[in-house]
């Protein structure tokens, strides 16, 4: 079946450092999601790529989908404190999700 | 307020004791989800249902039950089968089911053996 794999599974970075958490699937994807869950909350959803090689922003945030729709990786800039929290992506052709990449910003 | 409202937010099973985790949505959701969260671990699927009175296994559905009964509500049982329960439990509803519109989550409900 389909395994969705993300790297690293736990990162502790200096708040204005960047981060990087990386989402690799065996199979070719239809679409992926990015949802981030804050300690001791549910997941939310940030955003949708469904093209290939497709590129989007939010604000700090940098969302890409691989030019094969098997990979994908959200890029924080200068992270902040309040970007803590464990990030997950979920790929579509059936739906699974990643284990997540736990982000520790330290002031 | 449209969201998602899961009941109860903490739950205490006894051995060999069934257990509901509710949960309801007034986003006019056709699609419902139960996943089970563990410490490290990502969102494991339990059940899902795309339609009223129709439901689907997701990768871990041993243990436990559902139904959807209402388009509103998709309860969750966790029974006496499932040796070993203790996790975050999330439910998820989407416009429609499998496809690619987002997940809005509700808030959880930790279960634990006593």
């Known amino acids: 079946g389909q395994q969705v794999m993300q790297i690293p599974q736990y990162q502790h970075v200096q708040e204005g450092e960047d981060f990087t958490t990386y989402c690799n699937s065996s199979?070719?994807?239809?679409?992926i999601q990015w949802y981030k869950q804050r300690p001791g909350g549910h997941p939310v959803f940030l955003i949708q790529l469904v093209k290939s090689g497709e590129v989007k922003k939010q604000k700090r945030l940098t969302f890409q989908f691989g030019e094969a729709k098997k990979n994908s990786s959200l890029h924080i800039t200068a992270t902040q404190t309040t970007d803590v929290g464990t990030y997950f992506c979920?790929?579509?052709?059936?739906?699974?999700f990643g284990k997540g990449t736990m982000l520790l910003v330290s002031p | 307020d449209g969201g998602i409202t899961q009941s109860p937010k903490y739950l205490f099973r006894k051995e060999g004791q069934n257990v509901t985790l509710s949960c309801e949505q007034n986003?006019?959701?056709?699609?419902m989800y139960w996943y089970r969260q563990d410490p490290g671990q990502g969102l494991r699927l339990i059940y899902y249902s795309q339609i009223v009175n129709d439901f689907q296994k997701g990768d871990i559905a041993e243990g436990y039950s559902v139904s959807r009964e209402k388009k509103e509500s998709f309860p969750l049982t966790v029974t006496s089968a499932q040796k070993n329960p203790t996790a975050f439990y999330l439910c998820?509803?989407?416009?429609?089911?499998?496809?690619?519109?987002?997940?809005?989550f509700g808030d959880g409900t930790r279960l634990s053996i006593l």
């Open positions: 998820a509803s989407s416009p429609m089911g499998m496809s690619n519109q987002p997940q809005h």
């Open positions: 986003l006019n959701h056709d699609a």
């Open positions: 979920a790929g579509y052709s059936t739906l699974t």
């Open positions: 199979t070719t994807l239809s679409n």
